[in-house]
């Protein structure tokens, strides 16, 4: 007998329809013999829908009281799909944030996960009930509803399956699985059977929105095995795991993108110590999370500073550029918003050579420049112009051979 | 300084420009100086909403999730009443059942309220919040989310005003009082000044919809002021309040109707000791709840057996009984589904005789027959046909001077 968590996103418990059909399915894993717990998003629509009511009142609603509306999105679901499973004959019993004392600290909107008091669901689970957690939702120490963020299901779900130590996380969702690359972009894009934390890690950071990130980090903290799977097939999806040996057989596991960031340089800043600070003090204290900085060696004194914002910040992030190029002399400040970000990802460079000079020769070969360049131990991204995105996508995937059955050897 | 607990039910807070205009007059009250506990009812058509979602699964919805489904709609009005108070500068708190700590018995969809540990909500009416609490909502031993039945936010605010001592219970609504009678069937129906909780008691239980009965109960045990008033104006609206001596000196207060019964008699029962016993016991054992039971003087060793049901229950108790009619050896059973209950109610009845004479000369004036009589301290109701109803109403409300500026001294 195993213990299964699954979570299954806001698309899968679209409608009554789609509530019951997941239901037949964990009705159906549930009689193979295991225990199971699910994880609901709310209805897809339905925090859209809150939000806006919120933003009718006011564009900046308070965010304590944010977080109890919120909040009743995935009672919604759970309680729905309790209601579902019972009239189908089987025991269950939902179970809100508070109820399965999912303990967070004082963030609303963004809390994070402490501690969870599992009693109540092991007992629920000993009484042979399917219990139903709602996603998203906890409570803090002064007893106040919060909201873990956008995705945040996925962490309860994970968070859940490390403390009840399950022996699967299965996270249910529209796709099925996690791909070397966007499949809308290349059609020779595959299935990966498993990939390391770390991997998917650096592929959810580039916007791969198959799991939230957060959630792929407590998974690799308490060692979480997550399947990634479809809600509407039984085929087997792709492994989220610990690292193996086997995996550094592969120099690349993946190419992602990302078009969400925007380029400023500021041009011939004069090279002293305590510049760079001056500099960004202004773009960090407004909450900009900058992501690639490039500063080039100084000449005569002077040097050029680039790095990249999301798009979203980019004129705010321009302005307040701007403002403190004068004071410290900058000759001037250019934005860029037609700029992209192209990655290969993979555990296996830490052990193969020559893996960048691949990927930009393969870049040059098709006329593609390169902006900027930045590096970790696992990943290789360069930011080009825009409208060569799907382009070099595909140029990468087809130069690590991510499309070979058994890319592994293959590689090199 | 006074406590003042508002009530506002679902059409006040129907929408967003509702909740604006409301939250407008809490803070004019709370501007004055009052220190303001707020109770909410759903958004209108939210309830409803959500009913028929977790019918369209399962006609017989399991009670505990449907109590978790529809507890979301107040947690929905008090976070968006919430977000509308800090918008308009007003610091406030919501707070949802279990979080008020409204602790409850086992009973889901009609639970009672056991107690209520104020600490929380002294702690943010003490820090000058204006403190919103949802209504209709509870949580049981078992940590398990109650609900208090229909207009059971009008027994929150009730209870909430008795744990805390409030000055005043403001129930707000969209009439601007209670009536003598209802206004839309007799033009001369006036807004009363002041009503006692007996009277209230025989007027909710007849229909008159402004008060929900159980919180009538409530606020005459623990002798809270109830303030009935309009949302929509700054009128005085009715007091309803424990008796005075004054309010004797009126003989009725108010003539009531209920179109919602129905009528069943059995005919020519052997009139044996058990009789009676046997033929309501299965009508009982299905729930359905007798009003009016009338047996009379046996004459040859029979009796007929006349009572009244709600019509929604009609064909089943008709059922029932004839099956039981057989059994007992009685002749027939009829039922009429086409008949209405007038009543005069009026604390002073205990002082003043000869009420029921006046009113069965009334009637008979009018030429309207009457099928069944019941009297109890405060209240005398008659069985009619009720195409006579209207008239009945009409006929005595002014027989009692109902429609009289000083009606005291003129009722005889």
Redesign the interface.
């Known amino acids: 007998m195993a213990l299964i968590v699954q979570k299954y996103g806001g698309t899968s418990v679209g409608s009554?329809e789609k509530?019951?059909a997941v239901a037949e399915r964990v009705i159906e894993t549930h009689n193979e013999g295991n225990q199971m717990v699910v994880v609901l998003s709310a209805m897809a629509g339905q925090t859209d829908g809150?939000i806006n009511?919120?933003k009718?009142?006011?564009p900046n609603?308070?965010s304590?009281?944010?977080d109890?509306?919120m909040?009743?999105g995935e009672?919604?679901s759970?309680?729905?799909f309790?209601?579902?499973l019972?009239?189908m004959g089987h025991d269950a019993?939902?179970l809100?944030g508070?109820?399965a004392a999912i303990h967070t600290d004082e963030l609303y909107g963004k809390a994070r996960i402490h501690d969870i008091a599992v009693d109540?669901i092991t007992e629920n689970l000993d009484a042979g009930r399917i219990v139903i957690v709602a996603g998203f939702q906890g409570l803090n120490a002064r007893?106040?509803?919060t909201t873990l963020g956008r995705g945040g299901s996925d962490t309860t779900a994970v968070a859940l399956a490390a403390v009840l130590n399950a022996d699967v996380c299965e996270i249910l969702t529209d796709v099925d699985g996690v791909y070397t690359t966007d499949p809308n972009i290349c059609r020779k894009a595959k299935k990966m059977d498993f990939i390391s934390y770390d991997e998917m890690l650096e592929m959810a950071s580039m916007g791969a929105k198959v799991l939230e990130i957060r959630s792929v980090e407590f998974a690799k903290k308490f060692n979480v095995p997550i399947h990634v799977r479809s809600t509407f097939t039984k085929e087997r999806g792709t492994m989220v795991v610990a690292e193996t040996k086997d995996m550094e057989k592969v120099a690349v596991s993946g190419v992602a993108y990302n078009k969400n960031e925007a380029r400023i340089t500021i041009r011939q800043v004069p090279d002293q110590p305590g510049v760079a600070s001056r500099i960004f003090d202004p773009v960090f204290k407004a909450g900009i999370l900058v992501d690639m900085i490039v500063q080039n060696t100084s000449q005569d004194g002077f040097t050029d500073l680039t790095f990249t914002v999301p798009k979203g910040d980019f004129y705010q992030a321009m302005k307040l550029v701007s403002d403190v190029g004068k004071d410290v002399g900058a000759e001037t400040v250019l934005g860029d918003e037609n700029i992209a970000k192209v990655s290969i990802i993979g555990v296996g460079m830490r052990v193969h050579a020559g893996i960048a000079k691949k990927m930009f020769a393969a870049l040059a070969e098709k006329s593609i420049n390169i902006l900027m360049i930045s590096t970790s131990e696992i990943k290789i991204s360069c930011i080009i112009e825009d409208k060569y995105t799907e382009l070099a996508v595909r140029v990468l995937h087809d130069t690590f051979g991510l499309d070979q059955e058994h890319a592994k050897e293959e590689n090199f």
Chains 1, 2 share one sequence.
């Open positions: 009554i509530i019951k809150l009511m919120a009718e009142i006011d609603p308070d304590r009281e944010l109890v509306l909040s009743t009672q919604v759970v309680a729905l309790a209601i579902t019972k009239s019993c939902s809100l508070f109820q109540r007893g106040d509803i």
